[in-house]
């Protein structure tokens, strides 16, 4: 049931989903003759705010300090597994044409790509099953292992999680799958949206 309720109300959080619907609020109002200036007010703040956000490099300065939380290493060694979140592959279009269609964030999958092979030692950990209410007929795990096995990567280096719907679920589900050690060290290709691709995750406990 959480899973459903974070997805539904994920969909008017977003900033761009709340614009609209303030616009259309602000129209609604206006049309029913009730306050009207409050709806005029409304519908034109909403506008404003979908022409800043869309058009100008608003989005990436407000996402900017929270990507650089996370520094790029000065050099990539001694790195026991890459661990790739879900949210790279398009699971309705894949699913329906037979092939791995990626969406916006599927530099996910291209970098882990060239980590892969500048650490061939590594293991590659992909998690993402299906994170849309409406079952799809493919997993983000199946489209990712298509891909990684037309860029080389030998799948005996290739570990899938298929069951995890959201960001919490990756965490969990690849935890438990891997079952990393202490002193391990695991890398985790971020979304790129600025300047940072990548971050050391290590077991609590390991050495800094």
Sequence with gaps: ??????????????????????????????????????GLSLAWLGVAGLAVCGL???????????????????????????VVLGGAVDTIVTGGR??????????RITITARLATHLPEAKVIHSGGQGI????QATEAEGAARLFDDFGISPD????????????????L?????????????LL??????????AFLRRPGGPA
């Design 189 to 198: 290709p971020l979304h790129i949206t600025c300047r940072v691709p990548w």
């Design 174 to 186: 690849t935890k438990e799958l891997v079952d990393p050690k202490l002193g391990q060290k695991w």
């Design 98 to 107: 037979g092939d791995t269609a990626l969406t916006t964030s599927g530099e």
């Design 56 to 82: 100008s490099p608003a989005a990436n300065w407000i996402i900017l300090p929270l990507e650089e939380r996370f520094p790029r290493p000065s050099e990539i060694e001694n790195v026991d597994g890459i």
């Design 133 to 136: 209410i409406v079952s799809s």
């Design 1 to 38: 049931m959480f899973f459903y309720l974070a997805k539904i109300g994920y969909f008017f959080i977003q900033p761009s989903n709340f614009l609209i619907a303030i616009v259309l609020f602000g129209l609604a109002l206006t049309a029913l003759g009730k306050r009207r200036k409050t």
């Design 157 to 172: 280096r290739v570990i899938l999680e298929d069951a995890s719907r959201n960001t919490w679920e990756n965490a969990v």
